[in-house]
C-alpha cells in the first residue's frame, strides 16, 4: 500500500466530491471519481461537466498514477470503513484491468478501475500562471456567501429562461455585485469591495449552490477568484486545498437597472418576521393558481388578506407607513422569497399596482424588485 | 366563537390525522378533515378509506354540529397561527354555503364548508357495544409497537403479491403474534399474551404504519383491541383520545409454519452490530442484480465477500460456529433487514444452500426466515 489517509478527513472531503460527481450520466466516465498522490499529499478530483472540483489532503502518500474508481461504491465504503485509517495502493492481477485496493481494519476491496482516456482536463488554474486566467481577484469567502445566497433565489428554475437561470457576478472598480432575475422578480447583492478589473460572469444557479458550499466549508479563508474564457475558477487559501472551476452561460443579463425603481409614492416599515410570517398564514388560503395576497396599506398598519376555493384569510400587521393609502397585490411566493434575506426590519418602496416595487433591510448590500399582480 | 382550544394541543393532535388524510383522493371527500364538539371536548376525524382516525381534545366548547373543511389548509394553518388559543366557530353569510370562522391572534379566516353527506360512517366501535366488534381484548401499546415493527420489513411491496401486502395478526390462547412475508423471507414476533379468543386479521402493511404511529404517541397507555367484520378497530386508553379504525384485507397466510426451519446443521452466534456492518460494507461490491454476498462459516470466523462490476470485497468477523464449516450465499438486503432487529447478539442456524436459515436475538419473540441463494 503506498497511501495512507485517516478515513475521517478522506470522509469529509469526500462529501464535497459526492455532490458533485453524478452517480448516473451521459457520459460515463463523470461516474468516475479520480485521485493520484505526490509526496505527503492524496489528491481527488471529479466533474459533472458543469463543475470540476479538486481537493487535496495530507497523507502518508507514496506516489500514486491517475487513476479513476467508481464514485458511487467508493463514496459508499468510504463512509462506512471500521477502521480509523484507509490504505490505497495500486494492484493488479494476472489477466485483469488495473485495480485499486483499499483495506480498513478487518474490510479489504478491489475496485476495477477505468481507463483514464477521455477524461476531461479539469479547468482549475496552476499556481501562478495567468495565462488562461487574467483577471483575478480575492475576496472574503463570507461575504461572497452572503451575497451568493442572498439572491439565488430569483434566477428562473425555467429550462427555457436561457441566461435567467443563471447568477450575474459583476467585478469594476465600484465593488462586486450578484445580481438573479427570472424576468418577474430581481435580487441583488453589494459588496463594497472596489475590484482591480471590469467583467461579468453569470454562473449557472445550481454550479452557484455548490460554490456556497464549498465557501461555507471554507470556515472564513480567502477566495482566490479567477476569471477565463468561459469559466470562472475558486480557490480556498491560495490555491491549497480546495479548487473548483465553474463553466460560465453565455452572454450577460439583459439591461436590469431601469427596472430597479428609485422613487416612491409609498415608504413602509415593518417587523420583518412579523410580516413574513403573516404572508405565509394568510396565502394559505390565496388562490392555488396565482398564490395572490392583497395588502392594503394604511396609516399604521398593513392588512393582508387572501381568497380562494378554501375560503378566505387576513391579518393585520402594524407597520410605519408614509405615503397615501394604497391597494397593491403580490404573487405571495414572490414576496416572501424577496422578504426571506430580509432582517429584522424591513423596508418596502411602493408605487402602486403598475410600478416594480423595491424591498430592502437595514443597512445590507440587499434590494429586491418584486412587481406587483394587477389588481 | 364557540370553541376555544390551545393552539399547542390541536397543532400536536393533528399531526396524526395529517398523516392519514390524503391530500388527493379519487374519493374527493377524503380530502377533507370532520369536526364536531360537544360539552368540553372537541372532536376531529378524517380517513383515507383503509384507516379511519378520531381524536378527542379537551377544549372549552358548547356543542357545534359535525362539519367537514379542507383539510390540507386547516392543517397548514393551524401549525403557523400566531396566538396561543385558536377560536373555532360556524358563519355563515347570505348567499352563500356555510363556513367554519377560525381566528388567532390577529388572523382570522373562514373555510368554506362541504356538504357532510357522503361522508363515511366511520368504523370505530361506540362504547361497550360488542355488536359490531364480538372480539375484545387489550395490551400494553409499547408490546404491540415491538411486535409490529420486528415483522413489518418483511412484508411485500409488490402490488401483485395480495395478501403479502399485509402483516397478519393472530390472537389465540397461547399468546399473540404478528407475521410477516412476501414469500422469500418472512418474520415473527410472539407476545406470551394469552387470548381470550382465536382469531387471525391481516392489516395492510401501509396501515400497521399508522397503528404504530398512533401507539408510539400512546406513551405506554393500554391498547383496546376489537375486531369486527372486515375490520380492527384500536382506541387508547378504555375509548377516550385516539380511536382508530384499520380495514383488514381479505383471507389469511397460507400455512408458512413448514417452512420455519426447526433444526440446523450449523449453529451460529456472532455480535448483531459487527455482522451487519460487514453485511453493509460488503454487500457495496455486489452484483446489482442480486444483491448476492457469500458467507463462509468456519470455526472462529464467518467470512463474507461479494464480487460485481465495481470489483470485490471481503471482511472478516469472529463468531461462535458450531458444526461443519459451510459456504451459503444472501440477497444482503433481506439478510441485513432480517438482522435488523436482532440486538447486540444474532443466532443463526444454516443447514446449506438449499434450505431456509433462520435469524433470532437473545431472549426476544422475535424469529426472521431467509432462503439462501442458490450457490
Known sequence: ??????????????????????????????????????????????????????????????????????????????????????????????????????????????????????????????????????????????????????????????????????????????????????????????????????????????????????????DGAEADLALGEGVLALALEGGSGVRMALRLMEGEFPDYQRVIPQEFALKVQVEGEALREAVRRVSVLSDRQNHRVDLLLEEGRILLSAEGDYGKGQEEVPAQVEGPGMAVAYNARYLLEALAPVGDRAHLGISGPTSPSLIWGDGEGYRAVVVPLRV
Chains 1, 2 share one sequence.
Do not use: C, W
Not at 461516474?31 to 466533474?47: K, N, P, R, S
Not at 493488479?92 to 477524461?119: H, K, M, N, V, W
Open 1 to 218: 500500500m503506498n497511501i495512507t489517509v485517516p478515513k475521517k478527513l478522506l470522509s469529509d472531503q469526500l462529501s464535497l466530491l459526492e455532490r458533485i460527481v453524478p452517480s448516473r450520466s451521459a457520459n460515463p466516465l463523470y461516474t468516475y471519481l479520480g485521485l493520484y498522490a505526490e509526496e505527503g499529499a492524496l489528491i481527488l478530483f471529479g466533474t459533472n461537466g458543469e463543475v470540476d472540483l479538486e481537493v487535496r489532503l495530507p497523507a502518508e502518500a507514496q506516489s500514486l498514477p491517475r487513476v479513476l474508481v467508481p464514485a458511487q461504491p467508493f463514496f459508499q465504503l468510504v463512509r462506512s470503513l471500521p477502521g480509523d485509517l484507509v490504505a490505497l495502493g495500486l494492484a493488479s492481477e494476472p489477466g485483469q484491468g488495473g485495480q485499486l485496493e483499499l483495506s480498513s481494519g478487518r474490510f479489504r476491496t478491489r475496485l476495477s478501475l477505468a481507463p483514464a482516456e477521455g477524461y476531461p482536463e479539469l479547468l482549475v488554474p496552476e499556481g501562478e500562471d495567468k495565462g488562461a486566467f487574467p483577471l483575478r481577484t480575492r475576496m472574503p469567502s463570507g461575504e461572497l456567501v452572503k451575497a451568493l445566497t442572498h439572491v439565488r433565489y430569483a434566477a428562473s428554475n425555467e429550462e427555457y429562461r436561457a441566461i435567467f437561470r443563471g447568477v450575474q457576478l459583476e467585478f469594476s472598480p465600484q465593488g462586486f455585485r450578484a445580481v438573479a432575475s427570472d424576468g418577474y422578480r430581481l435580487a441583488l447583492y453589494d459588496l463594497p469591495l472596489p475590484q482591480g478589473f471590469q467583467a461579468k460572469a453569470v454562473v449557472p444557479a445550481r454550479s452557484v449552490d455548490e460554490m456556497v458550499r464549498v465557501l461555507k466549508g471554507a
